[in-house]
Nanobody, 126 residues
Framework: QVQLVESGGGLVQAGGSLRLSCAAS????????MGWFRQAPGEEREFVAA????????YYADFVKGRFTISRDNPNNTLFLQMNSLKPEDTAVYYC???????????????????WGQGTQVTVSS
């Protein structure tokens, strides 16, 4: 079983930045992709960004393009999300997710990912 642990959330003013990290418990985990999703109170969980683990191709939701950057550190088995120019509407619990080689489907869909972290709260004040 793979465990994903997020860190880096917190409270920030609008226009500020945060960097989220996600560490996977197993280095030999054969993942095809990792991503970030978020869920605001009363809302469904939504796609934020994803990266294909081997080749490094990245994908973003339209509402974060130009502001957020997803990256990975393969040797250290860690995923990052650099969030700049944060807005109050970015307030949500942010979840790290991983897809192993058994899953298929679009990389921006929840069902592609079969491992999830517990989430980290990001609050952006106006």
């Amino acid at each position: 079983q793979v465990q994903l642990v997020e860190s880096g959330g917190g409270l920030v003013q609008a226009g500020g930045s945060l960097r989220l990290s996600c560490a996977a418990s197993r280095r030999t985990f054969s993942r095809s992709a990792m991503g970030w999703f978020r869920q605001a109170p009363g809302e469904e969980r939504e796609f934020v960004a994803a990266i294909r683990w081997i080749e490094g191709s990245t994908y973003y939701a339209d509402f974060v393009k130009g502001r957020f950057t997803i990256s990975r550190d393969n040797p250290n088995n860690t995923l990052f999300l650099q969030m700049n120019s944060l807005k109050p509407e970015d307030t949500a619990v942010y979840y790290c997710a991983a897809a192993d080689t058994r899953t298929y489907g679009a990389i921006d869909r929840l069902e592609r990912f079969n491992y999830w972290g517990q989430g980290t709260q990001v609050t952006v004040s106006s």
